[in-house]
């Protein structure tokens, strides 16, 4: 392997290099994205028509899917991580999980909360068994299991190789998320976007809702930066902690110590 690419592994793996670039681009990052979102909020409640069967129930799409997508999107992140950390025990792969973690519940929550008050109006009922909606419940679960994991183990190491395994375990139910509609007959409508003959909305709805999709993707990867941050100045406070602790318990024990286990002095 060349030099070049060791180079790199070498920074991209490097908390403290990773702290100065996300550090100049997080805050670029985080104007772009409320511009982006202002632009598709506007194109969402004053450009985009209310649809002929739905009415202004329509609008509830374009914060529904754009949370639906980034809720299975961090969980994909999150599973490259995993795997980062049981193969390659690249220090911010762990760092880059429990960031996502808490994110992705978020979005997760948000798609089924604005799911249901769709649901209400269209299907007659907030909630239906519906193979979709389900497999996106259990989504939310499964990051709710993932955040307890972390909290109930107090060694790192161990804490991150569990939640590495079980987030590669929970991966299983991405592919099920996106083929339940095919898979089996739900109420949940198709998909409408990523299909294979190209996109079933109209053009003054697809535009709106393709760029609030941008906009939250734009800000979850601000609120990922920020979150990684954050974990690595705490585990940073972690390790300072630990080590103030161990020189106090070292200057103690010389303190404690018997006249005998001293140097007699000539």
Same mark, same amino acid.
């Given at each position: 392997?060349?030099? #070049?690419?060791?180079?790199?592994?070498?920074?991209?793996? =490097?908390?403290?290099?990773?702290?100065?670039?996300?550090?100049?681009? *997080?805050?670029?990052l985080a104007g772009l994205? %409320?511009?982006?979102?202002?632009?598709?909020?506007?194109?969402?409640?004053?450009?985009?028509?209310?649809?002929? /069967? /739905? +009415?202004?129930?329509?609008?509830?799409?374009?914060?529904?899917?754009?949370? *639906?997508?980034?809720?299975?999107?961090?969980?994909?992140?999150?599973?490259?991580?995993?795997?980062?950390?049981?193969?390659?025990?690249?220090?911010?792969?762990?760092? @880059?999980q429990r960031a996502a973690?808490?994110?992705? #519940?978020?979005?997760?929550?948000?798609?089924l909360v604005t799911g249901?008050?769709? %649901?209400?109006?269209?299907?007659?009922? !907030?909630?239906?068994?519906?193979?979709?909606?389900?497999?996106?419940?259990?989504?939310?679960?499964? !990051?709710?299991?993932?955040?307890?994991?972390?909290?109930?183990?107090?060694?790192? =190491?161990?804490?991150?190789?569990?939640?590495?395994?079980?987030?590669?375990?929970?991966? &299983? =139910?991405?592919?099920?998320?996106?083929?339940?509609? =095919?898979?089996?007959?739900?109420?949940? /409508?198709?998909?409408?976007?990523?299909?294979?003959?190209?996109?079933?909305?109209?053009?003054?709805?697809?535009?709106?809702?393709?760029?609030?999709?941008?906009?939250?993707?734009? +800000?979850?990867?601000?609120?990922?930066?920020?979150?990684?941050?954050?974990? &690595?100045?705490?585990?940073? &406070?972690?390790?300072?902690?630990?080590?103030?602790?161990?020189?106090?318990? *070292? +200057?103690?024990?010389? &303190?404690? @110590?018997?006249?005998?286990?001293?140097? /007699? @002095?000539?």
């Amino acid at each position: 392997m060349s030099s #070049a690419p060791i180079s790199l592994w070498t920074r991209l793996s =490097n908390p403290s290099h990773f702290m100065r670039w996300s550090g100049t681009l *997080a805050p670029w990052l985080a104007g772009l994205s %409320g511009l982006v979102l202002a632009l598709g909020l506007y194109l969402a409640w004053f450009v985009a028509p209310p649809d002929y /069967q /739905q +009415g202004e129930t329509v609008r509830i799409m374009f914060i529904h899917v754009p949370a *639906a997508w980034l809720g299975v999107f961090f969980y994909g992140a999150m599973s490259l991580s995993a795997v980062g950390t049981l193969v390659w025990r690249h220090p911010l792969a762990d760092v @880059a999980q429990r960031a996502a973690a808490p994110i992705g #519940a978020a979005f997760t929550l948000i798609c089924l909360v604005t799911g249901s008050l769709w %649901g209400k109006p269209m299907w007659g009922t !907030y909630w239906v068994w519906d193979a979709r909606l389900t497999s996106m419940l259990l989504l939310f679960l499964i !990051y709710c299991g993932i955040v307890a994991l972390w909290r109930t183990m107090e060694d790192p =190491n161990r804490a991150a190789r569990a939640v590495a395994i079980l987030t590669l375990v929970g991966a &299983v =139910n991405l592919p099920i998320i996106k083929f339940s509609v =095919n898979w089996w007959s739900t109420l949940h /409508q198709p998909a409408s976007i990523l299909r294979m003959g190209g996109p079933t909305i109209d053009p003054s709805m697809l535009y709106p809702l393709l760029v609030m999709i941008l906009a939250a993707t734009l +800000g979850g990867t601000t609120l990922h930066l920020y979150a990684m941050r954050t974990e &690595v100045m705490r585990r940073r &406070v972690r390790t300072l902690t630990i080590r103030e602790a161990e020189r106090l318990d *070292a +200057g103690r024990v010389a &303190v404690t @110590a018997p006249p005998d286990a001293l140097p /007699q @002095a000539l």
